[in-house]
């Protein structure tokens, strides 16, 4: 199967050496093209545009920064390409931001299937990421034989919507227990507790969580570098969450503090770095 990829960053990237890797052919869009350099050194043929790359291939999967950026891409530059093809859309948006997409997409006789993940780029690489699916079972069917080399058995969760919603709920939990973690961290040190002792009680109890080892020594290191999931990506997916959830009806005034908190990121020179870079943030004065 020729399949294309539109966005070649971090997840994008891993995601296409992936799949060259597994046999398939591929054809890859960045709007910066010297990004699709080290996939096309693995083989994939890069194309010049979106409407290019999508022509060369019966499956679609886009790797974009946002919803506006997808909706161009796949709508304004793609566009009449797209019909006959099934999208694999990974990037995080709001549920009614795809619900919408989806629309679109069948008006220029396309399909979308929802393709949230959990994971990052070594789990791309290692075909281990967790697949969340929102979309119609046929076209889960259709897409099944690609995702066996992206991960394990995809979740279909419901239509179009629901992968997105379980999305944003767990990048929810993967900044509150961040910050929560940062501050019991930071309150240890600056008591003069051991943080080792600290951490034997904590791993052995209810509340551990294995993010917390994960990230403990780039917090103790102040080393935020070699990002697989910056802090510019956890605000824009955090202010999705906020915005969902009010949405819903739900009460989500506990949490706008840490919002209020991310944004403070990009003048601090956070954004690129490792979500975790957030300890800096919670250190105050």
């Known amino acids: 199967m020729e399949i294309c990829l539109l966005g070649t960053g971090l997840l994008g990237a891993a995601i296409g050496e992936r799949l060259l890797g597994s046999g398939y052919r591929l054809t890859v ?9 080290p996939l096309q ?13 999508v022509a ?15 909706r161009a891409v796949l709508l304004e530059q793609a566009s ?18 795809s ?26 690489l290692a075909g281990t990421l967790q697949l969340m699916v929102g979309g119609e079972a046929a076209a889960l069917e259709r897409a099944r034989p690609v995702l066996a080399a992206l991960g394990g058995e995809p979740r279909l969760l419901g239509p179009v919507g629901a992968a997105l919603t379980a999305k944003l709920a767990l990048n929810q939990l ?21 943080v080792e002792a600290f951490m034997a009680i904590l791993r052995a109890s209810a509340l551990y969580a294995p993010t917390f080892d994960k990230k403990l020594a780039k917090e103790l290191a102040d080393d935020y570098t070699n990002a697989n999931f910056p802090t510019a990506h956890l ?33 601090a020179g956070l954004d690129e770095l490792d979500y975790s870079a957030l300890h800096r943030l919670t250190a105050g004065a």
Do not use: M, Y
Not at 29 to 37: F, I
Not at 41 to 53: E, I, N, S
Not at 56 to 70: C, E, H, K, N
Not at 236 to 264: H, N, P, V, W
């Open 56 to 70: 060369a291939a019966a499956l679609v999967i886009t790797v974009l920064s946002d919803a506006p950026t997808t």
């Open 99 to 124: 619900r919408e997409l989806a629309v679109a997409l069948a008006v220029r006789g396309a399909e979308l299937l929802e393709l949230p993940v959990l994971g990052s780029r070594p789990e791309a």
């Open 174 to 194: 993967i900044a509150s227990l961040t910050h929560s973690f940062s501050l019991s961290l930071h309150l240890v040190q600056r008591a003069g507790v051991d």
């Open 29 to 37: 869009w960045n709007r910066h093209a010297e990004r699709c350099g």
């Open 80 to 97: 009449t390409a797209l019909a006959g093809r099934l999208v694999l859309q990974v990037a995080t948006i709001a549920p009614e931001e």
């Open 235 to 267: 605000r824009k997916d955090l202010l999705l969450f906020l915005q969902t959830a009010r949405g819903l009806g739900l009460e989500t005034e506990g949490l706008d503090g840490l919002a209020t908190l991310l944004e403070r990121a990009t003048a």
């Open 41 to 53: 050194a693995l083989g994939a043929t890069v194309a010049a545009t979106p409407a290019g790359a």
